[in-house]
C-alpha cells in the first residue's frame, strides 16, 4: 500500500506529467501480477561525499562512546526516520570514490571483481585515453530483483556516473543496460557529476546543469525505441524546482505513485558533491559564508528533501535504505576529524559511509538500535535478493553477503574481514589483461586494519604498509588513525593480526599491480 501524498510535480522538466498518466504506461510494461515478496518495496537513497561526520545520529553514537565531538549538519530527518527507526551501521564500508561505490552496491562484486576502481571523467584525458566505466555486460540488482519470483520493477533518478563517455556515445541509455531495460526500466539524472549545457555561458553547478531522461516524459515508463535517443534537458536556477537536489526528489517522488508495485527505486543524490553553493533563492556566486558551513547547509537541505521523499514512502511494505558513497571532502572536514584522511583514501574517514536500513522486517526490538558487524556496500545486492525470495546464481555478486540475518536479529556478524580498494585504470573484467599500475587495498578484522599501497612502474614495485588498531573502548583510542602501528615494535595482538590480514591480502585480494 502506498501512504497519502500530495505530488508537486514530476520534476523532470518544465514540462510536468501527472503521476495517472505515467502510472498508466508503467502497467502497461510491468511484469504480470505474482505473489508478493517479503521485501515489499525498495528504496535506496545514495548520497554523494557525505560522511558519517556530517549526520547528526552517527555524531551522537560516537560521542557516547568517547570520541571527540565534530560539527555534524542538521540532520534531524535522517536521524528520526531512519536512524531511530531501523538499523544504523556504524562499521559500514564502501569504496573511497564516487563511481567505484556506485559499481559496488549495483553489481555486489568488489572493485577487482568489476573492474571499476577509480573515478570515470566525462570525457577522455589529454593524452586520448580513456578510463572505462561499467561494463555493459555485468549483472545488475535490478535484473536479479526482475528475475526474483515477484519480477519487480525498476527506475533510477539522480546521479549516474557509471558510463564512460565513449560507451555513451555507443550507448546512450547505459543506466537502462543494453538492450534497455536489461538493467533499470527508467532513468532521470545527471550523467555525470554535474555539467553544464552546452552553450549555457554559465559555469556547471547546481544552478546550471545538464539533465538526461532515458524517453521524453510524455511517454511515461515505455522503454526507448531503437531509434530513440534519451532527451537531454537544460536545468538552471530559478525556478527553485530546477536545484538538482529538490528535482531528484520531485522525480522520486512521482514514481513512487507510479511504479507497479513491488519495485525497486534507486535515489542518487548529486548533493554534497562539490561545487558547493548557497541554497536557492540566494544568488549562486553569493558565498557570504566559508566551504563548510556552505557545505553543512547543503547537507541540511538534503535532509530536508529526503525529509519529503520518507513522507511519500509507506513504511508499511517499503524497505528504506540510506548510504553515503563515501565520505566527506577534504574541504569540510573540520577538527577533530583528518583532513588528509577524508574522501579519496583508504582511512575510516574516506572508507566508512553511513548506512542506514529501515524496513517492517526489523522486528521492533532493533529499530533505533546500532550494528557494528562489518559490513559492505556490495552487501546489499544479496541482501534484497534474499528477501525477495530470490537466488544468486554462482558468480553473480559472489562479494555479497545477504544482510539480513542482522536486520531480523539472528546474527551479530556476517563476515569477518571487510575489504576496500582504489586502483586505476579500470578495466573490462572479462578480459584478463589489465594495466594497474596503482592499486590501494584495505582489510579490516573487528580490531585491526591494515593499508598495502602497491605501485608498479616499469618492472619496479613499490609496496607500503600502514597498520592501526581501531579499537575505541581505551582512553587511548586511535579513534582517527594517528598511530601507525608498524612505526614501532608490535604488541603480539598487533603481530598476529599483521599476520592474518597480510595472508588475506595476498590469497584472498591480490594486488593487481604485482
Not at 11 to 33: H, K, N
Not at 62 to 74: I, S, T
Not at 145 to 154: F, K
Request: proline share 6%; charged share 25%.
Amino acid at each position: 500500500m502506498r501512504k497519502s501524498c500530495a505530488i508537486t510535480g514530476l520534476g523532470l522538466t518544465i514540462e510536468r506529467v501527472v503521476v495517472a498518466a505515467l502510472a498508466v504506461a508503467f502497467a502497461s510494461c510491468a511484469t504480470p501480477a505474482r505473489r508478493a515478496p517479503r521485501a515489499g518495496n525498495v528504496v535506496v537513497i545514495v548520497v554523494d561525499d557525505v560522511g558519517c561526520d556530517l549526520i547528526g545520529a552517527y555524531e551522537q553514537y560516537w560521542l557516547e562512546r568517547g570520541r571527540a565531538a565534530g560539527a555534524p549538519a542538521k540532520t534531524p530527518a535522517i536521524d528520526r526516520e531512519l536512524a531511530a527507526k531501523g538499523v544504523m551501521f556504524t562499521q559500514a564500508w564502501s569504496a573511497p570514490a564516487c563511481t567505484p561505490s556506485r559499481a559496488r552496491l549495483l553489481t555486489g562484486l568488489r572493485s577487482a571483481h568489476n573492474g571499476v576502481g577509480s573515478v570515470i571523467k566525462s570525457r577522455d584525458d589529454e593524452r586520448g585515453g580513456v578510463n572505462v566505466g561499467l561494463s555493459l555486460d555485468a549483472r545488475l540488482l535490478p535484473q536479479a530483483l526482475r528475475e526474483s519470483p515477484a519480477g519487480y520493477a525498476s527506475a533510477a533518478v539522480g546521479k549516474w556516473h557509471l558510463g564512460d563517455a565513449r560507451t555513451l556515445a555507443r550507448f546512450p541509455h547505459h543506466p537502462l543496460g543494453e538492450p534497455p531495460g536489461t538493467w533499470f526500466g527508467y532513468y532521470a539524472g545527471s550523467m555525470f557529476n554535474l555539467q553544464a549545457p552546452e552553450d549555457s555561458g554559465r559555469r556547471a553547478g547546481y544552478y546550471n546543469w545538464e539533465k538526461t531522461l532515458s524517453v521524453a516524459p510524455s511517454r511515461g515508463f515505455a522503454l526507448p525505441r531503437a531509434d530513440e535517443a534519451p532527451i537531454v534537458e537544460a536545468m538552471q536556477v530559478p525556478p527553485a524546482d530546477n536545484y538538482p537536489t529538490t528535482d531528484t526528489t520531485d522525480d522520486a517522488i512521482a514514481l513512487l505513485g507510479a511504479l507497479p508495485e513491488p519495485f525497486f527505486l534507486y535515489v542518487s543524490y548529486n548533493a554534497a558533491h562539490a561545487p558547493v553553493h548557497a541554497l536557492p533563492p540566494v544568488a549562486e556566486a553569493a558565498h557570504s559564508t566559508g566551504f563548510q558551513d556552505r557545505l553543512r547547509e547543503m547537507v541540511g537541505d538534503l535532509d530536508r528533501q529526503i525529509g519529503r521523499l520518507l513522507e511519500a514512502v509507506d513504511a508499511r511494505d517499503t524497505t528504506v535504505v540510506f548510504l553515503g558513497d563515501n565520505g566527506t571532502e577534504s574541504r569540510g572536514l573540520v577538527a577533530p576529524f583528518d583532513a588528509e584522511q577524508g574522501k579519496g583514501t583508504l582511512y575510516e574517514g574516506g572508507c566508512r559511509v553511513p548506512m542506514i536500513v529501515r524496513s517492517p522486517l526489523v522486528p521492533e526490538a532493533l529499530r533505533g538500535t546500532a550494528c557494528d558487524a562489518l559490513v559492505e556496500m556490495n552487501d546489499l545486492f544479496a541482501t534484497f535478493v534474499e528477501l525477495a525470495d530470490g537466488t544468486l546464481e554462482a558468480d553473480v555478486a559472489r562479494d555479497s553477503r545477504s544482510l539480513a540475518p542482522l536486520l531480523r536479529g539472528e546474527a551479530s556478524s556476517v563476515r569477518e574481514l571487510a575489504y576496500t580498494e582504489l586502483f586505476h585504470p579500470n578495466f573490462e573484467p572479462s578480459s584478463a589483461a589489465h594495466n594497474v599500475r596503482r592499486h590501494a587495498q584495505a582489510v579490516r578484522d573487528s580490531r585491526y586494519k591494515l593499508l598495502r599501497f602497491t605501485t608498479r612502474e616499469r618492472d619496479l614495485v613499490h609496496v607500503e604498509e600502514q597498520l592501526f588498531d581501531l579499537a575505541t573502548e581505551s582512553s587511548n583510542s586511535d579513534w582517527f588513525e594517528q598511530r601507525n602501528l608498524l612505526a614501532a615494535p608490535l604488541s603480539a595482538d598487533a603481530a598476529t593480526a599483521l599476520s592474518r590480514l597480510r595472508s588475506a591480502l595476498d590469497h584472498d585480494f591480490p594486488s593487481l599491480s604485482r
